[in-house]
């Protein structure tokens, strides 16, 4: 029987997915998304903050860096285009005691850097202003950082897909990949197993917590190309209390994994405190109700006057990182792995935060390099 064809293949509808599907047909180029659950975004994309980072963090050259600053502005233009639930709240960040102030003026240092001038230092009224009940011995403001709706944003980018044509199959699980004719046969399976393939000649490898195993389908080494996925889980839970309401997001100083147990607020208003960071061998969503009395230690230091009983076992997600524990800093890798034997795959690896805030961005570095392998 003969292959269906396309100019590429997209593996996975999360946020990443979707943007590189709705990027790649904007210019003309045909595309096929394969995704192996029944609808887009049910796996990382709905299982984070759903904040949208101003781009503190990142060291300054780094394409975490510089895509969750360009794809920060593009999500607040998509939301304001597209009707897309969202506001820009604005983030306290802060040091709850004179041992943290250093941490926090690198982190003030690094902001500047990376071309967040609207970050600033807040007066002691300002913090009780913004922030009643919030204890902090120093403060940044960053009035760019904000809340969207995550659901609402892979559903926008999808529907803008499936206007420039793009042919999304769902309950299809990609289960080979074969290097043929300067492109790629691409074998799946959808939900009663029986088995498909397409032609394309560039795949986006955009499966998240599995784009690790998809580079290993392509026959890349993923050990020697340093592509191991570890999992890294955060548990979030629900606060209730009766302190008044909070109306911006509170992070204390980041961890080597994570960004610290914060407060983050959804768009109805409710409270979570999350994600912490355990690293896990096995995917699983459960939260251990036992983590109460942790996340509530956690959040006293800068939000004191809690009681465990304040806190409510509520969902988690898992970071697909390419740093391992007690391991440096690493990147996103958005790479063709041409130089790995895998011409025209291109591998999108370790996207974890801030990769809902920067899906924009990297679909547009995608863009390039599917350009590239195609037209070289
Ligand atoms: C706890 C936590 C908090 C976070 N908070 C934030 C935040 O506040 N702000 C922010 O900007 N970012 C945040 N992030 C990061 C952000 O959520 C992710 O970077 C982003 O959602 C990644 O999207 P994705 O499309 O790459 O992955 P996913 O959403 O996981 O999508 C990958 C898709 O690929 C599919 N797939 C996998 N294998 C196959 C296969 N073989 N065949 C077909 N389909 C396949 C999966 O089914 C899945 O739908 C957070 C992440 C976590 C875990």
């Known amino acids: 029987m003969s292959e269906l064809s396309f100019d590429c293949v997209v593996v996975g509808a999360g946020i990443v997915g979707v943007c590189c599907a709705r990027q790649l047909a904007e210019t ?14 049910m796996e990382t994309s709905s299982r984070n903050s759903g904040v949208i980072h101003a781009g503190l963090y990142y060291p300054p050259g780094s394409l975490k860096a510089s895509s969750c600053v360009d794809g920060r502005e593009r999500l607040y233009q998509r939301c304001l285009q597209l009707g897309i639930p969202h506001r820009a709240i604005g983030k306290l960040l802060v040091a709850s005691d004179a041992s943290e102030l250093p941490k926090l003026e690198a982190l003030h240092g690094r902001a500047i850097e990376n071309g967040v001038a609207s970050v600033r230092w807040l007066e002691r009224r300002e913090i009780t202003a913004l922030a009643p009940g919030v204890k ?43 290097a043929r004719g300067g492109g790629w046969s691409v074998a799946f399976v959808d939900a009663d197993g029986t088995g498909y393939r397409v032609r394309t000649r560039a795949v986006v490898n955009a499966a998240g917590l599995h784009a690790t195993e998809l580079c290993t389908l392509a026959g890349v080494d993923t050990g020697r190309a340093g592509l191991q996925t570890h999992y890294c889980k955060g548990d979030y839970f629900a606060v209730s209390s009766n302190r008044g309401a909070l109306e911006h997001l509170v992070y204390p100083m980041p961890t080597d994994a994570g960004l610290g147990v914060h407060l983050t607020l959804n768009l109805a208003g409710e409270v979570y405190a999350g994600p912490d960071t355990e690293y896990v061998e096995r995917l699983h969503y459960d939260v251990d109700a036992r983590k109460a009395d942790l996340f509530c230690r956690a959040v006293s230091r800068y939000y004191p006057g809690l009681t465990p009983d304040d806190f409510r076992p509520a969902y988690a997600g898992i970071r697909p990182k390419l740093q391992g524990p007690s391991q440096p800093f690493r990147d996103f890798v958005v790479d063709d792995m041409r130089d790995r034997g895998a011409p025209g795959f291109i591998a999108m690896v370790g996207i974890e935060s801030p990769g809902l805030t920067a899906a924009e961005a990297l679909a547009l570095r995608v863009l390039q390099l599917v350009n590239t392998a195609i037209d070289g």
Do not use: M, Q
Not at 28 to 41: D, F, H, P, Y
Not at 140 to 155: C, M, Y
């Open 136 to 178: 902090a011995y120093a403060a940044l403001w960053s009035p760019r950082s904000g809340i969207v709706d995550a659901h609402a944003l892979v559903d926008a980018h999808r529907r803008l897909a499936i206007d420039h044509d793009v042919v999304f199959c769902f309950r299809s699980a990609v289960t080979a990949l074969d």
């Open 28 to 41: 003309g180029l045909s595309v096929v998304v394969l995704e192996r659950n029944a609808k887009a975004g």
